[in-house]
């Protein structure tokens, strides 16, 4: 069974700080991975993609991705309370090419 | 743009009562449409895949099923439901699926 796996949380952070979001793949094979925001009671949005090893940064928003490693995060600078969500992420499988996600990580900013 | 549109945004239904679910998309042609779940607390879990017209592939055996009676048309039905179908139900779409999903608003389906 391929899995993405994430903290469940609450990760709790003061605004103004940066918030670190982790998710591990067994997936070997996974190129593709994803971040999403749901707001409570909403619907998923996509924040970011990332296929390649290292950084890629959108805004306060900066994506990594560890192929070696087998891990992806997601780093918020400056956090505002208004980034309080859940965060899921996602990973393309390899053989099947459908998405397999997270149960997501709980991100409360504090004012 | 391409907009996805799923309706209605809340439903309650009694046990053993029929369902149908709509999602219809905008702005493309031939998406990659997707019907998936989430229950209080939990992941999200995909339903029903559909690449084109009529084509639909199941992913979990249940008691409900889907259709695609047009390119940019999605619905999911059940004859009767369980108590264990309620949960947000979620559409997505997408054209490359290397470039995300967009997801519609969802629907909350409380079975009662």
């Known amino acids: 069974q391929k899995e993405v796996e994430q903290n469940s949380g609450p990760l709790s952070v003061p605004e103004g700080a940066i918030a670190s979001l982790n998710c591990t793949y067994s997936?070997?094979?996974?190129?593709?991975f994803f971040w999403y925001r749901q707001y409570s009671g909403k619907s998923p949005e996509l924040i970011m993609f990332?296929?390649?090893?290292g950084d890629k940064e959108d805004g306060r928003f900066t994506a990594q991705l560890n192929k070696a490693s087998q891990y992806v995060s997601l780093l918020i600078r400056d956090s505002q309370p208004s980034d309080s969500a859940t965060y899921l992420c996602?990973?393309?499988?390899?053989?099947?090419?459908?998405?397999?996600f997270g149960t997501g990580t709980r991100l409360k900013v504090l004012a | 743009s391409q907009t996805i549109h799923q309706w209605p945004a809340t439903l309650v239904q009694p046990v053993g009562s029929p369902l149908s679910l709509e999602c219809t998309v905008e702005?493309?042609?031939?998406?990659?449409l997707y019907w998936y779940r989430q229950a209080a607390g939990r992941g999200l879990q995909l339903l029903f895949y559909?690449?084109?017209?009529?084509?639909i592939s199941s992913e979990v055996p249940q008691n409900l099923s889907a259709s695609r009676p047009q390119d940019r048309q999605f619905i999911l039905s059940s004859k009767k439901l369980l108590l264990s179908d309620s949960g947000f139900y979620l559409c997505?779409?997408?054209?490359?699926?290397?470039?995300?999903?967009?997801f519609g608003s969802g629907t909350r389906l409380t079975v009662v």
């Open positions: 997505a779409w997408s054209v490359e699926d290397a470039v995300g999903y967009t």
């Open positions: 997936d070997r094979g996974s190129q593709s």
């Open positions: 990332i296929y390649s090893n």
């Open positions: 996602a990973g393309v499988n390899s053989g099947t090419y459908k998405y397999i």
């Open positions: 702005g493309t042609s031939n998406p990659n």
């Open positions: 559909s690449v084109g017209i009529g084509q």
